[in-house]
């Protein structure tokens, strides 16, 4: 932007305003608007920096930054939404998750109650293989759930 200053000046103005770094993380618990205000901060500080240490127009440092400030802004706030919505969504699959195990649970201790009831070296009665069928089934249905398909539906 046109400052006659040197490097080591503008690394000690940016090491200066991150001295807000733990003001703006506290901030940042406050869903959307603590991280806008931390970024609205720092970003006055660099303002700042640019009109009294640079000698750059307020208008030029203004704008510049303004517009890089507000590309920012809107960053974090498409991320944090993004975030939240995501989160969602995966406690929703978690929940599903939990009642396909469940069933498939069920499933095993049905299979295993048949095969228990099964006398040693005899064959199953009719009622046995089609309880054992029916198991199997339900497992291989529960498991054909949780299978990553969901991207074709995408």
Known sequence: MGSQENYETAYRCAAYSSGIIPVTSVLSFIPYLGSVAGLLWGFYLIITASIEVHKIKSSLASTVWGIIAALFI??????????????????GEAKEMEKSVKDMEEAAKKMQETLSNMPQG??????????MEESIKKMQEEMMKNMPQKQEKE
Not at 79 to 89: I, P, T
Not at 122 to 131: F, L, S, V
């Open 122 to 131: 005899k064959q199953m009665t009719k009622e046995q293989q089609k309880q």
């Open 74 to 91: 809107m960053l974090s706030l498409s991320a944090q939404y993004a975030a939240r919505k995501f989160a969602g969504e995966l406690a």
